[in-house]
């Protein structure tokens, strides 16, 4: 089956140590995206790239970071965590065209020591 | 902030009765789509109702839209208890980003 898939599902960094989170998608979407999301919050975009166009949101602290190499994979990189990154990340994707929902990993819990 | 607000937060009912959610939202939409999370994991499209449709139905899920008062809401009739989890409204931004609400807890007791 198509999906996304992010790996790994539970991350244990510690504060200041850079960590990386990857996102795999076989359903060939142009668009992907990571979320933040902590416990019992909604989502929050990080950032996003259609295609190769990334796109940061205004309110993304500069410790987050991101790569797409190619259509199928997308990392977050969190160049030094603190306390307040602890939370759950989501990688979505979608075409890219209107009214069309978008796809969720599983997600990743980065817990921070 | 442009998010939209769900209304309850939280909701707790027993199997079989229907379980109501609503969602308001700020900004002139051309859609409105509603997610579920379940615990731990991500979130599932539900369902897609577009600006000039006012209800829409799959299986057991009814949502309604009404855009004059920025509102829609989610209908899940004779619930189980696999349907406890988190339910969130989203508005698209533009074409490729969507604007999630605060959500709506629901459990459903066996």
């Known amino acids: 089956d198509a999906m996304v898939i992010q790996n790994p599902r539970y991350q244990v960094t510690q504060f200041g140590k850079p960590v990386t989170l990857s996102c795999s998608q076989t359903l060939n979407h142009n668009v992907m995206y990571w979320y933040q999301q902590k416990s019992s919050q909604a989502p929050k975009l990080l950032f996003h790239?259609?295609?190769?166009?990334?796109?940061n949101e205004a309110d993304t602290p500069d410790n987050f970071q991101s790569r797409r190499p190619n259509t199928s994979f997308c990392f977050l990189d969190i160049r030094s965590p603190g306390l307040g990154d602890a939370a759950m990340y989501l990688c979505a994707t979608s075409p890219g065209q209107p009214y069309q929902p978008q796809h969720f990993g599983d997600g990743t819990r980065l817990s921070i020591l | 902030s442009q998010q939209g607000e769900e209304d309850p937060q939280a909701l707790s009912i027993q199997e079989g009765e229907n379980a109501t959610m609503n969602c308001s939202y700020k900004t002139s939409i051309n859609n409105l789509q509603w997610y579920r999370q379940n615990s731990g994991r991500g979130l599932v499209h539900l369902i897609l109702i577009r600006s000039n449709e006012r209800e829409k139905h799959s299986g057991r899920l009814r949502v309604t839209l009404d855009t004059s008062k920025k509102s829609s809401s989610l209908l899940i009739t004779a619930s189980r208890a696999a349907d406890t989890a988190s339910y969130f409204c989203a508005t698209p931004r533009n074409t490729d980003k969507l604007i999630f609400g605060t959500g709506t807890r629901l459990q459903v007791f066996p």
């Open positions: 790239y259609y295609d190769k166009d990334f796109n």
